[in-house]
Structure formats: structure tokens, C-alpha cells
């Protein structure tokens, strides 16, 4: 197996994936001429792709389990084709729904496929999960420039579909060339971490990531639908600054994937980051709600599409696939699941909040940020104390610097041994010291395991004391006496 190429095959569907996001909602005005509809209809059409991952996301990860993930990443990409090549030629409204709920189909399918992928490829993989975000912006961000510049030029708005397209056709050949880890093996950290989890705390944290499945998702789609609204209607800003707000959300997503992946990368346990994350995008949700200040306001937007939309959620679902290494499709299928359903809810809820007012729709958006941020508090406690691969090397970094501490000191009293030795004309060497000095270590040891590596080690420092004592001038070396040293006994 190559991971190189693998992971890019993989990146690569992301990039088309972040496209299909947006596809629709970018080209409403031009299917709207196209099907010679009201745009209200291209609209409904586009609900299609949220019923689609509602229907998929369980049954594609349960299946993903038993059957692979290469099928399922091959499901994803050929739905994705049919939708892309369709939408650009379909004129029958009922046909272009049904393509619509084809493109949710294939987001859960490269979900089921991909995210366990990275996982089973072993090593610090959940940081290349959090990647995907990144590839996902990518594509939302070329796809609007693409769309104007057709539209510029007056060509077919169809060659916005037939870009990712290409893209699908390519990295098709690209992926089934490469060989896919063994689904559902559980590395032995992993593994060992999930068994000595308590079953009732394994639950809660279960409960805690798949609702945080449904709030991080929430808070973002609440987030980038209102905020123009609200900030123009509420705050009195202008619509360009409106706009620009939402831009910043967007730069601030994008840096925070960046930052995400580098501490995991790093070694930093997803753990770590839920509430210092949730914490930040909670008060940065209050602020922007809360003041009249436009410059505060554009610091506020970034700090929350940093801590809210980049790559939280993908940390999410990381830490529930190692709560069940053997069943890692089934509970990528739960997590998303319960996005679905807040991509299905959100906007329905909203809806009928801003019958009252938009400030009400974003006063809910700060509920839903107060119970994300109570979730992972649940998960991170549920969870115990942290794990990680930094955390440990601290620890180990530590304990390293008071044993050099107290080697120099040891050194330090052979020197003094040796000089006593001499000055008492006893005879240096004792050979019945080494054998009590490791009966010593043998019964000070607190596991009879580490009793005998602890003894090799002693064994070591008194081999290198004697060679460190033999090259100190002594008076012994100058009447020609042996130079070898033992340790001082402590009675």
C-alpha cells in the first residue's frame, strides 16, 4: 500500500466533494433559465442533497464495515458522476431532485469510505481526517470564481459541472490502482484505551460525540445562513461589510484546519482540543452578537470560523471511531447521521424563529453553541485523563531531567567513596557489593516485571562509575593501586 498516493486519491474526492456543496446553491440563477422554473424551486431541489445523507450515512457505514471501504469510496465518486453530468443536462424538475438526494447519497458514501480509511492506515492518521476540510474549502473556493467567469464570458454554466467531473474521471483510474488498508484492524493503543474504558463511561461519551455530531454542524449552517442578515438588519452594518464578515469565517476555517492538523501532527490528543475550541467559538459567537463595533466584529468572525468550522467536527468523529476500533463505518455513519439531521432541522427551525426576528435565529445559535461546548465537557470527563503521545514524552522529558540530576550527584559521591577509600587504606573494590545493591533494586521495585531491566540498568551505572572513577588522578593511582569503586553503603 501506498499512503502517499492513497491519500491523495482521497484528498482528491474532497476537492470535488467541497464543489458539490455549493453547486446548486451557485448556479441557482442559471438552472432557474435552464429548467424555466422560479428560483424558490432550484431551492427545494437543493434540499434533496440533505435527505440523501439523512437516508445513506447509517446504512453506508454499517455496510462500509462488512464489505470494505474501496467499494464504498467507488460508490461516492460514480454518484457524485452521474449528479454532476446529469445536473448539467437534466431539464425534468422531478429527475433533478432525484440527482439531488444521488449527491447526498455520495457524501455519505465517501464519508463511510474515507474517514476510516485514514484511520486504518495507522500512525498519527487522524490529522490527515481533519486534511479533508481544507481539500473541501478548496473547492468551495474555486468553484464561485469558475462560475464567474463563465458567466463573464456568457459560456455554458454547465462546464462548472464538467470541471469536477474530469477531476472524478481521473482520480477514478488514480484510486483503483492503490491497495486499501484492512478495514476494522484496531491498533493495539487503540484498542487497549477503548477495553479499559468503563462501559457506562464509554456510553457517555458515545451520547456526548453523536449529539456534538448534530451541534457542530448546526452552529456552522446557522452561522453562514444568517450572519449577513442579522449583522445588515440588526447591527445597522453595511452589506459589504456583512459579506465580509462571512469571507473572514471563511479564512479563519481554513486557518484553523491548518492549525488542527499541525497539533495533531504534533501529538496532541483530539481530546485536548474539543472544550478550548467550543470555549472559543462560544465567546466569539457573543461578541459578534452582542457588539456595534465593525472591528471587533471582523475579529470575532474569524476566531469563530477558526474554533467553530476548522475541523472540530472531523476531531469529533476521530475520537468516537477509536472509542470502537472493530466497528469504525458504523459509528462514522452515527456521527454523521446526526449532522444530517441538523442540515434537515436547522434551517426549518430558523425559519420560524425569523418569523419573530433574525436576532432570534442567532440568540439560537448561541443555545446551540452553549450545549456543544456542555457536550464535549460530558465526552472529555467521560473520557479521563488525557493520553497523548506529547503529554506522555513530557512526562517521560521530566522524569529524564531529575535522573540526570541524580546521576551527576551519584558520581559525585564515587569520587568522594574513592578519596575516603584511600585516605582509610580500605581496599577499593568490594566484590559483594554489586550482588547487594541489586538485591536492593530487586526489593525496592514496585513491579516484579520491570525487576530485572531495572537491575541491567544498575548493573550499567556501576560498570561506567568504576570506568569514570579510573580516570580521576588519585593517590592510589600513583602507588599503583587498582582504581576500581563501588558504591558506599548506606548503613
Not at 424538475?93 to 432525484?98: D, E, F, R, T
Not at 503521545?389 to 540530576?405: F, G, P, T, Y
Amino acid at each position: 500500500m501506498n499512503r502517499r498516493q492513497l491519500s491523495v486519491s482521497l484528498y482528491l474526492n474532497y476537492l470535488v466533494h467541497g464543489i458539490g456543496l455549493i453547486i446548486l446553491a451557485q448556479n441557482m440563477q442559471a438552472l432557474s433559465q435552464h429548467w424555466q422554473t422560479p428560483i424558490a424551486t432550484v431551492s427545494y431541489v437543493v434540499s434533496g442533497v440533505g435527505i440523501g445523507r439523512l437516508l445513506a450515512y447509517f446504512i453506508f457505514g454499517s455496510l462500509s464495515d462488512r464489505y470494505g471501504r474501496k467499494i464504498f469510496v467507488n460508490i461516492g465518486m460514480l454518484s457524485y458522476l452521474i449528479f454532476f453530468v446529469g445536473m448539467a443536462f437534466v431539464t425534468n424538475i422531478q429527475v433533478a431532485y432525484g440527482l439531488a438526494i444521488l449527491a447526498g447519497v455520495a457524501n455519505s458514501a465517501l464519508d463511510s469510505g474515507t474517514y476510516t480509511t485514514f484511520i486504518e492506515m495507522g500512525g498519527n492518521q487522524g490529522s490527515a481526517n481533519v486534511l479533508l476540510k481544507a481539500f473541501m474549502s478548496i473547492g468551495e473556493f474555486v468553484l464561485p470564481l469558475l462560475i464567474v467567469t463563465l458567466s463573464a464570458k456568457q459560456l455554458w454554466f454547465g462546464w462548472s459541472f464538467m470541471l469536477p467531473t474530469a477531476i472524478l474521471l481521473l482520480n477514478f483510474w488514480l484510486l483503483n490502482r492503490q491497495t486499501f488498508p484492512a478495514k476494522n484492524q484496531a491498533g493495539s493503543q487503540a484498542a487497549q484505551a477503548a477495553e479499559k474504558l468503563a462501559k457506562p463511561r464509554r456510553w457517555l461519551a458515545t451520547i456526548g460525540l453523536a449529539g456534538y455530531g448534530y451541534t457542530s454542524m448546526a452552529l456552522m449552517i446557522l452561522y453562514t445562513q444568517w450572519i449577513s442578515l442579522f449583522v445588515t438588519k440588526e447591527m445597522g452594518y453595511h452589506q459589504v461589510l456583512a459579506h465580509l464578515l462571512l469571507s473572514l469565517y471563511s479564512i479563519g476555517s481554513i486557518t484553523g484546519v491548518v492549525v488542527i492538523f499541525l497539533l495533531l501532527r504534533f501529538g496532541l490528543a483530539e481530546k485536548q482540543l474539543l472544550i478550548p475550541m467550543n470555549l472559543t467559538s462560544l465567546v466569539a459567537l457573543l461578541v459578534v452578537c452582542n457588539t456595534n463595533w465593525a472591528w471587533l466584529s471582523m475579529i470575532a468572525s474569524f476566531v469563530f470560523g477558526f474554533s467553530a468550522a476548522g475541523g472540530v467536527l472531523q476531531v469529533g468523529v476521530n475520537l468516537l471511531i477509536k472509542l470502537y476500533p472493530h466497528i469504525k463505518g458504523l459509528v462514522t455513519g452515527l456521527y454523521f447521521t446526526f449532522g444530517s439531521v441538523a442540515s434537515f432541522t436547522i434551517p426549518l427551525i430558523t425559519g420560524w424563529l425569523s418569523k419573530r426576528s433574525i436576532g432570534a435565529a442567532m440568540q439560537f445559535d448561541l443555545a446551540i453553541a452553549v450545549a456543544g461546548l456542555a457536550l464535549v465537557m460530558m465526552t472529555v470527563l467521560a473520557l479521563g485523563p488525557s493520553r497523548s503521545l506529547a503529554h506522555e514524552r513530557q512526562q517521560i522529558n521530566q522524569i529524564d531531567q531529575q535522573i540526570v540530576k541524580l546521576l551527576n550527584q551519584r558520581f559525585e559521591t564515587v569520587t568522594t567513596i574513592g578519596e575516603l577509600k584511600q585516605a582509610s587504606n580500605l581496599p577499593v573494590l568490594d566484590a559483594k557489593r554489586e550482588a547487594i545493591v541489586l538485591g536492593r533494586v530487586a526489593k525496592q521495585s514496585r513491579q516484579a516485571a520491570h525487576t530485572p531491566y531495572l537491575q541491567a540498568i544498575y548493573q550499567a551505572i556501576m560498570a561506567n562509575s568504576r570506568a569514570y572513577q579510573a580516570q580521576q588522578p588519585t593517590t592510589s593511582d600513583q602507588a599503583g593501586q587498582p582504581t576500581s569503586e563501588e558504591e558506599l553503603s548506606n548503613d
